[in-house]
């Protein structure tokens, strides 16, 4: 009881455990030799990390998603249609004439999270189940949509090549994918692997989030010098994330108005966080040649887990403790 306590509380600090990672790594760039030995570790971090994620989901719960369809169709529409237009809409007025910048924005807005956005339903009392099962569909649609979305709005430039970038796209993702499959078929088949698969069960998510710190840490202390040498970048940026946030909170709450509370709360979270840590790692593994778009993705986990806290807070602020405690019970 006191170890799944201890687990427990180590997954609702991990948003603060990532971005604790990001500011160590940020200084610990500035020492030479570290810089130039963490320069290309997030590439095999970030198949290890994929690994970890299609290991850990059943592919059956995809089913669940399509018992409240209109709930996934919403959240779908809102994270594959709306917020890849308005990212685009935001990249070319806020940061217009900024092609790398550009560029980071759409990375970051078009994939929707795929990890803490179920910690920050559960803290809040939103519908877990409901949020898990999209989990395996957002991840799938934004590795196939990303060429897309890259290639419909940025047709004709020089540095985007659609064929290259979806090659890059699937090579990180299919090796984890089909070796996650591997580990399934012996879980299933042979007594042996039990030990590892209940291994998986209970420190999953834990190893998860190891990575994923590691990722971080990586990537900030490879190019972190450049948020130094280039603090212009970010006043832009910060713009553009502080008009997305707002803007998708009040249409998500709209959308969701007739929907129980702890469906609106997963819909809350599922269509506006993000994930900055894979589009921080895909900025630097798809354009090695253009270095502003990774040090621009640095602002995405920065900005985003500050906010979600602040959404959480919000939430609990409109439905109430009295009701928030009643969703927790039914988690």
Known sequence: M??????????????????????????????????????????PFLMILLFLIFLDIDWKDVLGAFKDYKFTLK???????????FAFILSKTVLSGQHALQLALILMLVMPCTDWYLIFTGMAGG????????????????????????GMFFHGGAQINVLEILIEVFSVAFIPFVLSMIFKFFFKRYPAFEKMENFMDDRGELLESAVMSLIVFTVFASEGQGI????????????????????????????????????????????????????LSL?????????????????GPLTELPV????RAVILKLFGKHKHHELENEV
Not at 9 to 28: C, E, K, S, T, W
């Open 75 to 85: 959240v779908l529409t809102m994270n594959f249609l709306w917020t890849p237009i």
């Open 228 to 279: 130094f040498e280039n603090p212009y970048l970010y006043p832009r940026m910060l713009l553009a994330m502080a008009i997305y946030y707002p803007v998708n909170f009040i249409l998500v709450m709209a959308f969701s108005r007739k929907m129980p509370v702890e469906n609106r709360i997963s819909f809350l979270f599922a269509a506006t966080a993000r994930n900055t840590p894979l589009s």
């Open 127 to 150: 519908n877990l189940a409901l949020s898990s099962a999209l989990l395996p569909i957002q991840l799938v649609l934004q590795l196939l949509l990303l060429p897309v979305y890259l």
């Open 283 to 299: 900025g630097a593994l798809i354009f090695p040649n253009e270095p502003l778009v990774a040090l621009a993705c640095l602002i």
């Open 2 to 43: 006191h170890e799944e306590e201890t687990l427990d509380r180590l997954d609702r600090l991990q948003p603060i455990i990532i971005l604790a990672f990001a500011v160590i790594g940020l200084f610990a760039g500035r020492i030479e030799w570290i810089s130039e030995h963490t320069e290309g570790l997030e590439d």
């Open 308 to 311: 979600l806290v602040i959404e």
